[in-house]
């Protein structure tokens, strides 16, 4: 599959792409959710990380579908936890990990972590946004960093499409010659009530949040 790049795009994203994944959920109340899910590794082990809203009212083991080797697959996982188990306020953070049962080969390692990023900074968000297309595709966008909503949550300027949900937000440390870095996990942001137009903006909470509950139950459910 090939990343529909944006025109600003200028630092190499080499295996980003294949770190990236639709998701299809389909919960206990019948909803088929759907999204974009990220593999990262730590201690060893593989964790899906995607938004808390894109498997809403998830189990603690279940399965879900993937899209990968150009089809839909059954995967079975073990829910690492979810945002509403951090000792954070708001406590609702709209981020999911999952360990899958089959784990996911992909190229790394990569750096999870939002160290040195800082306001200007251009960001790119990565997912899959909600179409027919078959096979699904991939979508990157850039924007600018623009600070913090409160803890842990990150303003973008920029746009990021329907399905986008839970994908990795990436930087490059150093700007274009730093080392690439996922600084967060896509939220939804809802539309400004102000009726003067405003640059598009999207949230995503910092990726700590994950590595947070990775830490505290490695194996999952």
């Known amino acids: 599959m090939t990343p529909e790049y944006a025109e600003r795009v200028s630092v190499t994203l080499d295996g980003m792409e294949s770190r990236v994944v639709p998701i299809r959920y389909h ?9 974009t899910a990220f593999v990262i ?10 938004a808390h809203h894109v498997v809403n009212g998830v189990t603690p083991r279940g399965w879900m579908e993937l899209f990968r080797e150009d089809q839909w697959s059954n995967e079975v996982f073990a829910l690492v936890g979810t945002g509403n188990a951090l000792e954070v306020a708001p406590r609702n953070v709209d981020v999911a990990v999952l360990r899958l049962g089959g784990g996911l080969i992909r190229p790394g390692p990569i750096t999870t972590s939002s160290a040195g ?12 946004p909600a179409s027919q297309d078959s096979p699904p595709a991939l979508n990157v ?10 803890e842990g949550r990150l303003l973008i300027e920029g746009r990021a499409d329907a399905g986008m949900s839970g994908g990795p937000v990436v ?29 598009p903006t999207v949230a ?12 505290a139950n490695p194996l999952g459910q």
């Open 171 to 199: 930087f490059s440390e150093g700007q274009s010659t730093g080392e690439l870095r996922i600084a967060g996990i896509l939220a939804h942001i809802p539309p400004s009530p102000c009726s003067v137009p405003l640059p």
């Open 141 to 150: 966008e850039i924007g600018t960093f623009t600070g913090l909503a409160g």
């Open 117 to 128: 990023l800082a306001a200007g900074q251009d960001v790119y968000t990565i997912g899959f």
């Open 204 to 215: 995503a909470y910092d990726i700590r949040y994950a590595i947070e509950l990775i830490n």
């Open 41 to 50: 590794e730590l201690g060893g082990h593989e964790y899906l990380v995607t």
């Open 27 to 35: 919960n206990e109340r019948g909803e088929c959710l759907t999204g």
